[in-house]
């Protein structure tokens, strides 16, 4: 483990991970590329963007017992964002741990968000392989500190969507979901494919239900590229 990811789990509380999961966790696929293809941190980013989602679910269904599916969908939606969870890495200072090919390096891809967000996922995906969903929970809620518990007792979120707690304006995403599920269809489910060069990539995604794509759309992250495709779905998608 180098210098900087050992102040970065100093910095983060963690009592245990295992030093090589953590740094493939902070490695990008830039400098992989650089280093003879490398371990990345793609793997674990996919581990822990669920055990996020599942963390912040589990919390927010315990804190409003009376609060229904669609205005917990929008909160989660909010906590688990891009910026939110960029954010969260810049507090902590990840950026400065990360590992980056030149190019991404120059680009000042240590304060993008995307690569934050991707980054602090995959550092929750490594200390839940090392440690177990009890202490990568306990970090996640670390994390999101305040933001995981603002506005969820607020009885205006109940009857008035976009009222403070009810996290804002629903995503393309969240949408999508609730329309399939009032529709009973399927849950959507998303392929992304990287095109470009790492320090510029280009993202295109697919939503497909029940097998069959229904939106497309391009982004300079997964999450973006997944929002535009969503909100293709929602305007154009045959949705029953």
Same mark, same amino acid.
């Given at each position: 483990?180098?210098?900087?990811?050992?102040?970065?789990?100093?910095?983060?509380?963690?009592?245990?991970?295992?030093? !090589?999961? %953590?740094?493939?966790?902070?490695?990008?696929?830039?400098?992989? /590329?650089?280093? @003879?293809?490398?371990?990345? /941190?793609?793997?674990?980013?996919?581990? @822990?963007?669920?055990?996020?989602?599942?963390?912040?679910?589990?919390?927010?269904?315990?804190?409003?017992?009376?609060?229904? &599916?669609?205005?917990?969908?929008?909160?989660?939606? $909010?906590?688990? *964002? &891009?910026?939110? %969870?960029?954010?969260?890495? *810049?507090?902590?200072?990840?950026?400065?741990?990360?590992?980056?090919?030149?190019?991404?390096?120059? /680009?000042?891809?240590?304060?993008?968000? #995307?690569?934050?967000?991707?980054?602090?996922?995959?550092?929750?995906?490594?200390?839940?392989?090392? #440690?177990?969903?009890?202490?990568?929970?306990? %970090?996640?809620? *670390?994390?999101? @500190?305040? =933001? %995981?518990? #603002?506005?969820?007792?607020?009885?205006?979120?109940?009857?008035?969507?976009?009222?403070?707690? !009810?996290?804002?304006?629903?995503?393309?995403?969240?949408?999508?979901? &609730?329309?399939?599920?009032?529709? *009973?269809?399927?849950?959507?489910?998303?392929?992304?494919? $990287?095109?470009?060069?790492?320090?510029?990539?280009?993202? =295109?995604?697919?939503?497909?239900?029940?097998?069959?794509?229904?939106?497309?759309?391009?982004?300079?992250?997964?999450?973006?590229?997944?929002?535009?495709?969503?909100?293709?779905?929602?305007?154009?998608?045959?949705? @029953?």
């Amino acid at each position: 483990m180098n210098d900087a990811a050992a102040q970065l789990l100093e910095r983060l509380g963690i009592p245990e991970v295992d030093p !090589d999961l %953590l740094l493939r966790a902070l490695t990008h696929r830039s400098w992989a /590329s650089e280093h @003879g293809g490398a371990p990345h /941190s793609e793997r674990l980013e996919f581990l @822990g963007d669920a055990v996020l989602d599942l963390v912040v679910t589990a919390a927010l269904h315990a804190q409003d017992p009376v609060a229904d &599916e669609g205005v917990l969908s929008r909160r989660r939606a $909010q906590l688990v *964002r &891009e910026e939110t %969870l960029a954010d969260a890495a *810049r507090a902590v200072g990840l950026g400065a741990a990360l590992r980056l090919g030149r190019g991404e390096a120059a /680009s000042g891809g240590a304060e993008k968000d #995307s690569l934050l967000s991707d980054a602090l996922e995959a550092v929750v995906g490594a200390v839940f392989v090392t #440690s177990g969903y009890a202490v990568a929970a306990d %970090l996640v809620e *670390r994390l999101l @500190g305040e =933001r %995981l518990t #603002s506005g969820v007792d607020d009885p205006a979120s109940r009857s008035h969507p976009g009222a403070v707690g !009810d996290a804002g304006p629903v995503d393309p995403k969240t949408a999508l979901q &609730e329309r399939l599920a009032a529709l *009973r269809l399927p849950p959507p489910e998303y392929r992304t494919v $990287q095109d470009g060069p790492d320090h510029a990539p280009i993202f =295109r995604a697919e939503v497909l239900v029940d097998g069959e794509v229904v939106g497309t759309g391009e982004g300079g992250s997964k999450k973006a590229a997944s929002q535009v495709a969503a909100e293709h779905a929602l305007r154009h998608g045959r949705l @029953g």
